[in-house]
């Protein structure tokens, strides 16, 4: 008779990995400075507020919401980075194309808190219009990237219990940003929501939150995840 090898898939840690969990609590802290930060400029908006119509991006135009904005993209950027980190350090499932596009949400983030945009109606400016085709990019590149780590999460019993959630939030982003988008399409007679520019304001605050709710998700995965570290398994493929 044959000997059978014992089939070992994991190695647990009795001691967790002190790194991710610090990186996923640190990263939670700067969403709550991100949300902290923009519901202050929200409530104040001089003409109460109105989350409708106007963008998140044109609280720059009143006092308070000109000095938090930035601050409040920065901060989601910092909180992107420390989950990013995290996932790495526990060896989450994912492949290089998901980690290329969480540092392009990321660089996004910093390249559209720089450079503002411009007031809507103005003449355009080069650096309005990188505000506004970096931030694009970036709400499209943190929900596929929710949905490539969603498909490999499937493959790993310490990521399974979240699969379900992260695919949810990326899918409604990625139709928060496709409606918003359609707000601004240039048409006679709107239609629903195209050239619905009235409704740009609530069509972008869905992605919005959406997002900063797929960062806590994986932050708060990490957290349940981060007692057992595969030993035959990479980041990368």
Avoid: K
């Avoid at 990263?27 to 106007?54: H, M, Q, V």
């Avoid at 989601?76 to 969480?102: E, G, K, M, Q, T």
């Avoid at 806590?216 to 957290?223: G, M, P, Q």
């Amino acid at each position: 008779m044959g000997t059978v090898e014992p089939h070992a898939t994991a190695v647990v840690d009795p001691n967790p990995r002190r790194l991710a969990r610090m990186l996923a609590g640190v990263g939670s802290l700067w969403i709550a400075c991100a949300l902290a930060t923009a519901l202050a400029g929200e409530l104040g908006r001089p003409g109460g507020i109105d989350l409708i119509r106007p963008t998140f991006s044109e609280l720059i135009f009143t006092s308070l919401g000109a000095r938090l904005v930035g601050i409040s993209m920065i901060a989601l950027a910092f909180a992107s980075i420390c989950i990013a980190f995290a996932l790495v350090d526990l060896r989450a499932p994912a492949d290089r194309l998901a980690w290329v596009l969480i540092t392009g949400w990321t660089g996004a983030l910093v390249l559209a808190a720089i450079f503002p945009m411009a007031p809507v109606g103005a003449p355009p400016i080069w650096h309005d219009t990188l505000h506004r085709y970096t931030a694009l990019v970036g709400f499209i590149c943190l929900p596929v990237a929710g949905l490539r780590l969603a498909r490999r999460f499937r493959t790993d019993p310490r990521w399974r219990s979240t699969v379900a959630l992260v695919r949810l939030l990326s899918t409604a982003s990625l139709l928060g940003i496709a409606a918003f988008v359609a707000t601004f399409i240039p048409i006679d007679d709107s239609m629903w929501l195209l050239g619905a520019r009235q409704f740009s304001g609530i069509t972008e605050r869905v992605p919005l939150v959406t997002n900063i709710a797929l960062l806590a998700t994986l932050a708060a995965a990490v957290l349940r995840a981060d007692h057992g570290i595969p030993d035959d398994q990479d980041t990368l493929p």
